[in-house]
C-alpha cells in the first residue's frame, strides 16, 4: 500500500499477456464446390452439370500483408476409370502482371499459378489489395463441367516444392516475407450419371403405341 492506495497486481499481467498470447502466424488454404445458381455447397452432380470452384486463402495475425503463393489446382478422379471435366471462367481476385500469373489449363488441372506481392516496404508498392484481406482471398477459381464418367472427383491446391507454403509480410515495414505453416484443404464430388433404367423405361413408354380398348358391339 502507497499513500492509502493498493497496487493492483493483476494490473501488470494484463499488459504482459497480449504479448505472451499473440497468434503463431499460421495459413490456411481451402477449397470450395458450390452450386453457380444457388451458391450452396454441392456434393453430387448429373454430367454435364456444372460445379463452381473457388480456393482461399487466409492467415493470421491480422494486420499482416499477404505476399505469395505457387502450385496447381489439380482435379484427380478417385474412382478408376474417372473422366476429365471441362473448364471456364477462370477468376481471380488478383489481376494478371508482371507478378501475378493465373496459370494455364492442361485438361481440367490448372497448372502454373504463381502469385506475388509486392512488399509495403518500398516507396512504390504499398499493400497492393487484396493482400491485405486476413480473413480470406479467392485467389484462384473457374467452373467446371462434370465428365460424362461416373465416380469421386477430388479438387485440390499442391502447392510447388520450393514454396510449400503460403509467404507473407510480418510487418507493414518489412521488405522480406517469411514462410508460415500452412493447411490445405481439398474438396470433393461425385459425379452420378441419370439411372439407365428408368431412363429405358420413359423411353419405351414414349415409342409404345397405344392399345386401343375394344368396341362394344350392341346387341
Not at 485438361?107 to 512504390?124: E, K, Q, R, S, Y
Request: aromatic share 8%; hydrophobic share 45%.
Amino acid at each position: 500500500m502507497i499513500a492509502g492506495k493498493h497496487i493492483v497486481g493483476v494490473g501488470i499481467g494484463a499488459v504482459l499477456m497480449p504479448a505472451a498470447a499473440l497468434a503463431q502466424p499460421s495459413a490456411l488454404v481451402v477449397t470450395t464446390l458450390t452450386d453457380p445458381a444457388t451458391g450452396a455447397p454441392i456434393a453430387e452432380v448429373a454430367p454435364g452439370q456444372t460445379v463452381r470452384m473457388r480456393t482461399t486463402v487466409s492467415w493470421e495475425p491480422g494486420g499482416t500483408q499477404f505476399a505469395g503463393i505457387a502450385g496447381d489446382m489439380l482435379v484427380a478422379p478417385l474412382t478408376p476409370g474417372g473422366g476429365e471435366g471441362t473448364p471456364s471462367n477462370l477468376v481471380s481476385e488478383f489481376s494478371i502482371g508482371a507478378l501475378v500469373s493465373l496459370g494455364t489449363f492442361s485438361g481440367d488441372d490448372l497448372l502454373g499459378i504463381d502469385i506475388n506481392v509486392t512488399p509495403p516496404f518500398f516507396p512504390a508498392g504499398g499493400p497492393v489489395p487484396p493482400s491485405l484481406n486476413y480473413w480470406g482471398i479467392q485467389f484462384i477459381g473457374y467452373d467446371w463441367a462434370a465428365p460424362a464418367e461416373p465416380g469421386v472427383y477430388e479438387f485440390r491446391f499442391e502447392p510447388v516444392l520450393f514454396f510449400p507454403n503460403v509467404r507473407i509480410y510480418p510487418s507493414q515495414s518489412s521488405p522480406q516475407f517469411v514462410s508460415v505453416p500452412t493447411t490445405y484443404a481439398a474438396a470433393s464430388v461425385t459425379v452420378i450419371p441419370a439411372p439407365a433404367a428408368a431412363s429405358c423405361v420413359a423411353l419405351a413408354a414414349a415409342i409404345a403405341p397405344r392399345r386401343r380398348r375394344p368396341g362394344i358391339v350392341a346387341g
